[in-house]
């Protein structure tokens, strides 16, 4: 009984030896410390490459003569990727944790874990008056766009959060699912009209190339480039650099600076696949389009760049036997893992980002580096998430 007791109460102090308030109270007093002394940046691009653990980026440096981007970055920390209620988290939690600082359940988009819409960083950031962006190769109400430009208690709601999304006043959109805009299945709305009526220039796959698009400047503008999910890399799919670089052009023209999502959407649908060349090829691609970023941040300044991933997809492995030539890899599982998920961060305000921490941190670590005042964090809106 007595032993019983004892083993009890040594249950009760690591259980209070690592409460969470305790853990986000000394990740804030590192966060002042570092910055202290550190310039501000004007903007910050955060780019998530979904499902890209370790293992997939070193796959990808082997198969490109053992060379990456990634290699330019000097701030390089990890995340710790547990949804509220999942050791796995799926894209909706992982992307939510970044957008709004909470943890909260799998399939949440921009709400918390009892379902209450919180305010993203996007539109903080558009609040304060920046411009602000989102460039994926998913579609646009995909779980980690939606969880920065949109409120709901489920990620596959895809026509509640097009509303949101139509509504959300970012300055650029571009991404698949046009579908969900003007052919709705649950009611007549047609909110691309809505979108050219509240200003925005928007065009589609029909009427361009997606690559070879050219974003206005000082009008809003949405491209689909898909009217469901746009296609892998393999099959033709390449305006995720010249898009990216073509909207921080357009959003770069402001004196108070602009806030900037980019996402490699299908990093984790060949992890989810089991198809080691389609990892391989959307990380090269998501490679590229870093390359191009760290040089405009190298030549701008003034510019924070954090890329991260919700999650490790697939239990990648490299096995014995591989060599250059010929990678042998092995998959775990078709679902998400939970291994620690490597953060890399460049320009003012990129020390803030080593270490190891919470997946919500980074949502701290950002509005800490811009000096977003402390009163403005988790805010929670009206009742959007619990419709
Ligand atoms: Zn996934």
Known sequence: MRKIQVVAAITMLLVFACKPQEKIVIEKEIIQKEMAGHKKPKNVIFMVGDGMGLTQITAAMISNGYRLNFER????????????????TDSAAGATAFSIGEKSYNAAIGVNKDTVAIRTLTEEAILQGYKTGVVVTSTIVHATPASFIAHNRHRNNY?????????????ILIGGGKKYFDRRKSDELNLVEKMKKDG???????????????????????????????????????YLEPMTMATIKALDNTEKGFFLVVEGSQIDWGGHANNKNYVITELLDFDKTIGKVLDYIDANGETLLVITADHETGGMAINPGSNSDSLSISFATTHHSGTLIPVFAAGPGAELFQGIYENTSIYDKIRKALGWKEENQRIILDDRGTK
């Open 200 to 238: 925005y220039k928007v065009e589609s796959f029909l009427d361009i190339d997606p690559e070879k698009a050219t974003i206005p400047s000082g009008m809003k503008y949405a491209l689909f480039t898909a009217d469901d999910d746009p296609l892998p890399v393999a099959q033709g799919r390449t």
């Open 159 to 171: 026509e509640e959060i097009a509303v949101d999304v139509a509504n959300c006043n970012a300055d």
């Open 73 to 88: 970055f000097h701030s390089v920390g990890f995340h710790k990727s547990y949804s509220y209620d999942d050791l796995i």
